[in-house]
């Protein structure tokens, strides 16, 4: 009966710990800054937040005020900037190396702006083909 007991309370434990661990989502915050989610599926999250009906595009808070949206071309930003909205995914302004190579920037701070831009350039580019591919179906769509 004791083995039985102590079985149950750790099988409870373990299926709790997995339970919180599944239930945690990917963008669980450190420090109170959305830039440091656990960025790890820009495909998944850009399909899930489609199907919300969110098609506001990714954006990188740049130092000056400017914003960067990866995977878009120049000549699309504003358009899309008034038909879907943008969302900015750094919380704190970060400064594009391309945009000033003199200055020399932290390793950590290189890599975490990279990352970003790769997240955000794979979003964007999948909800692009999410809305295009919407569109087209739309094209197609018989209609009396």
């Known amino acids: 009966m ?9 099988v409870s434990w373990l299926m709790a710990m997995f339970a919180v661990a599944s239930d945690s989502s990917r963008y669980t915050t450190e420090y109170g800054d959305r830039s440091n989610h656990r960025l790890t599926s820009p495909v998944l999250d850009a399909k899930e937040a489609y199907a919300q009906g969110n098609t506001r595009f990714l954006a990188i808070k740049l130092t000056g005020g400017q914003l960067l949206l990866p995977g878009v071309e120049v000549q699309k930003v504003e358009g899309i900037r008034n038909q879907y909205g943008i969302r900015e995914i750094n919380a704190h302004p970060l400064s594009d190396p391309a945009l000033e190579p003199e ?3 932290k390793t950590d701070a290189l890599r975490h702006f990279y990352k970003l831009k790769r997240y955000a350039n794979r979003y964007n580019l999948v909800l692009l083909k999410l809305i295009k591919a919407e569109k087209l179906e739309q094209q197609r769509r018989y209609r009396y």
């Open 2 to 10: 004791k083995k039985r007991r102590v079985m149950i309370i750790v």
């Open 103 to 105: 200055q020399k920037i």
